[in-house]
């Protein structure tokens, strides 16, 4: 038996009542890439032959592959086939640069999209009381948005403001720190912590990931120059095609 055969067989991937034939491929393949089982550059077998190694119909290869490239994780070359995105794929963005989503992505000549999930002004809850020195008796605008770049969801946004920095939150359509600016009231500084979570139902739906997938979670608290605190966003950013960077600097 070779690489492929043993990679694909039915028997490595093929689990009774854990969901459709393409979705369980799909994260067979998905997991084989994220543990490096499968390399940057490695090539799939051709969509017939898989097809027979994994021992189902090539439509059901063909949503799986198609669900890998809408992932970021495979590319399809012309005339060539399907091959694993190699490392250099990745996304970076720095820790120590405050710019948007929007900005970021501008700036490396991709489209960036926005998908509005919610928005509106609501009593603050206690987490969001504390970090942004509200009362029970303030409003709290709240703005949560699906970030994609070139048609790839890339991140979940949920950013919370007081409502005299934001009393219009449905006026957010792409950039949030654009719509700050036109008041002059964009943060200056911000300060954000990372931690690694797994994604649950809904989340992994909205970025086309399988449940339990490993994402960065970055909670960032953003302030104005006078020290007060504006902004605090959680977001959910996909780190198989998302690096967050930083440079230590000797004082």
């Given at each position: 038996?070779?690489?492929?055969?043993?990679?694909?067989?039915?028997?490595?991937?093929?689990?009774?009542?854990?969901?459709?034939?393409?979705?369980?491929?799909?994260?067979?393949?998905?997991?084989?890439?994220?543990?490096?089982?499968?390399?940057?550059?490695?090539?799939?077998?051709?969509?017939?032959?898989?097809?027979?190694?994994?021992?189902v119909s090539r439509v059901t290869v063909r949503k799986a592959v198609a669900q890998l490239v809408a992932d970021g994780l495979?590319?399809?070359?012309?005339?060539?086939?399907?091959?694993?995105?190699?490392?250099?794929?990745?996304?970076?963005?720095?820790?120590?640069?405050?710019?948007?989503?929007?900005?970021?992505?501008?700036?490396?000549?991709?489209?960036?999209?926005?998908?509005?999930?919610?928005?509106?002004?609501?009593?603050?809850?206690?987490?969001?009381?504390?970090?942004?020195?509200?009362?029970?008796?303030?409003?709290?605008?709240?703005?949560?948005?699906?970030?994609?770049?070139?048609?790839?969801?890339?991140?979940?946004?949920?950013?919370?403001?007081?409502?005299?920095?934001?009393?219009?939150?449905?006026?957010?359509?792409?950039?949030?720190?654009?719509?700050?600016r036109k008041t002059e009231a964009a943060p200056t500084r911000a300060i954000q912590r990372v931690t690694a979570v797994n994604?649950?139902?809904?989340?992994?739906?909205?970025?086309q990931l399988p449940e339990g997938t490993a994402v960065l979670q970055i909670d960032r608290t953003g302030y104005l120059a006078?020290?007060?605190?504006?902004?605090?966003?959680?977001?959910?950013?996909?780190?198989?095609?998302?690096?967050?960077?930083?440079?230590?600097?000797?004082?």
């Open positions: 038996m070779n690489s492929a055969q043993q990679t694909f067989a039915p028997s490595e991937w093929l689990r009774p009542g854990r969901g459709p034939r393409y979705a369980q491929l799909h994260r067979h393949i998905a997991a084989a890439i994220q543990s490096g089982a499968l390399a940057p550059d490695d090539q799939l077998p051709p969509e017939r032959e898989l097809a027979e190694i994994a021992d495979i590319e399809q070359r012309q005339g060539a086939g399907s091959f694993v995105k190699g490392a250099g794929q990745k996304l970076e963005q720095s820790l120590s640069s405050l710019v948007s989503f929007t900005e970021n992505m501008r700036a490396r000549g991709m489209d960036s999209t926005s998908v509005v999930l919610g928005a509106g002004l609501f009593p603050p809850s206690p987490q969001e009381m504390m970090t942004l020195g509200l009362s029970s008796i303030d409003k709290v605008a709240r703005i949560n948005r699906l970030r994609s770049a070139n048609d790839t969801p890339m991140a979940l946004e949920n950013s919370s403001l007081p409502q005299d920095i934001l009393g219009a939150p449905e006026k957010v359509q792409r950039s949030l720190y654009e719509v700050l994604l649950g139902t809904k989340d992994a739906d909205l970025l006078t020290g007060r605190p504006i902004e605090f966003t959680r977001g959910l950013y996909r780190s198989d095609i998302y690096d967050f960077v930083s440079e230590l600097r000797l004082d």
